[in-house]
């Protein structure tokens, strides 16, 4: 490297490169030259916590929206479904996927126009199972993201209590291909997400297990 001699042991103090000086020696004003701190990890202290020399990358799931502008805005759905359930039983059924894979979920869909969440969530409980219910109780909201033709979507899903009135499960075929009841305790193993599961977890403790 120019300018750069490979060190010898000569016992020679090491020099300034911008005075000439002794790295050790005092200013020109005969006060002691400071030498920066270092905390934890190299940061040089500065009065507020430690940075990491590694520059931490922004997830894209839940990060806020900052400058840069890398990510682009997120779209939002919204969807509700329900819990209908049956001595001990939920309804669950096995959507079609794009990937071919089998999975259980809850019933659950998006409203039509003009629709209030508990109507959809009772309609689509109704088109994909052929089971009639009748909703209870509200038991919350489950949020997540996921992309779609490189879009990031934040999705909300609402979903109600509900009980059996009539009818017995039946797949619609088009976008569900097996409507079935599964054991409550089973339901909280065997369905594919966990906002399913906590909202059957919320099921059992409203309707002591079930029954």
């Known amino acids: 490297m120019a300018g750069r001699r490979r060190g010898r042991r000569s016992g020679r103090a090491a020099k300034d490169p911008a005075s000439g000086r002794p790295a050790d020696a005092p200013a020109a004003d005969g006060s002691a030259k400071q030498q920066p701190q270092q905390g934890t990890g190299g940061a040089q202290a500065s009065g507020g916590p430690a940075r990491s020399g590694r520059r931490r990358r922004r997830g894209g799931r839940g990060g806020r929206g900052g400058g840069g502008g890398s990510l682009p805005p997120a779209e939002k759905e919204f969807s509700c479904g329900g819990v209908v359930v049956r001595d001990g039983s939920c309804l669950v059924i096995n959507p079609v996927r ?37 909703i209870t109780a509200r038991l919350g909201e489950v949020v997540y993201w996921y992309q779609r033709e490189g879009k990031r979507i934040r999705k909300t899903v609402r979903m109600y209590l509900c009980a059996h009135v009539e009818g017995e499960p039946i797949a619609d075929g088009f976008e569900v291909t097996r409507a079935y009841w599964m054991p409550l305790e089973q339901a909280l193993d065997e369905l594919a997400f966990p906002g399913d599961r906590e909202m059957v977890a919320q099921a059992m403790a409203r309707t002591s297990g079930g029954r």
């Open 98 to 134: 794009p990937d071919g894979r089998t999975i259980a979920t809850l019933p659950k869909g998006h409203p039509e126009e003009g629709e209030d969440p508990p109507t959809a969530a009772l309609r689509e409980i109704w088109e994909e199972t052929s089971v009639s219910a009748s």
